[in-house]
């Protein structure tokens, strides 16, 4: 089983469209969860942490399974400017500031 | 927010040479640095972590002669790609943290390198 898994996509939607993205993982005893974005060419760029409680940052709406090792990522009202691709990201180890592991990531197009 | 610069962003250099790639973080202390690697359509794969003052540790499959990590600073990490040849070629991303809860990293803008 790999260490973080996505759909890559690609998920394409209309502007306004709500769209979820899902990723589960095979360590356990990881702690820390996130989602970055990257855009084509470029460096990955924190969306947000994911905590076992579920966390929202505007039309951002992260969820946290730990007894599944799922986590989840919903866009609500996708802009054009959401497309991009989004990794699924745990650490590597059980203990914070160490290195992480990427998914390959979901693509995501919005279309007008 | 934290920033962490990286440079050069791009390089194009001739088989058989070395490549030297720095990751600096601006305002905070990185206790740690982290390089990362990324092909075509594929995930970021760890590469190795640096700490300051101590051997870098490599992830299995990375040959440690040929990516030379120098981590001399709280803030300067150095990835050397020597003797570079085509199949090196790839975007390499650093990336930086200190002990802060949740272990957020902060990334450099990455350098593209393109071996002839």
């Known amino acids: 089983r790999k260490e973080v898994e996505q759909d890559p996509g690609p998920f394409n939607v209309p502007e306004g469209a709500t769209v979820a993205f899902n990723c589960t993982y095979s360590n356990s005893a990881s702690q820390s969860f996130f989602w970055y974005r990257q855009d084509c060419r470029k460096e990955p760029k924190l969306l947000m942490s994911?905590?076992?409680s579920g966390n929202e940052d505007g039309r951002f709406t992260a969820q946290l399974n730990r007894a599944s090792q799922y986590i989840s990522l919903l866009i609500r009202d996708s802009k054009l400017s959401d497309s991009a691709t989004y990794l699924c990201?745990?650490?590597?180890?059980?203990?914070?500031?160490?290195?992480?592991?990427f998914g390959k990531g979901t693509t995501l197009s919005v279309s007008s | 927010g934290a920033v962490v610069s990286q440079h050069p962003s791009w390089v194009i250099c001739k088989s058989g040479t070395s490549v030297k790639i720095e990751c600096r973080s601006l305002d905070f202390q990185a206790t740690t640095m982290f390089w990362y690697r990324q092909f075509p359509k594929q995930s970021l794969m760890l590469m190795a972590t640096?700490?300051?003052?101590?051997?870098?540790?490599?992830e299995q499959g990375v040959e440690k002669d040929k990516f030379l990590i120098n981590h001399a600073s709280l803030t300067l990490s150095t990835l050397t790609v020597t003797s570079a040849h085509p199949e090196d070629s790839s975007f390499y991303i650093c990336?930086?943290?200190?002990?802060?809860?949740?272990?957020?990293?902060?990334f450099g803008a990455g350098t593209r390198l393109s071996v002839l």
């Open positions: 994911v905590y076992s």
């Open positions: 990201v745990v650490n590597k180890l059980e203990q914070a500031g160490t290195a992480l592991i």
């Open positions: 990336s930086a943290s200190s002990w802060v809860p949740g272990g957020i990293q902060y």
């Open positions: 640096s700490n300051e003052g101590s051997k870098a540790t490599y």
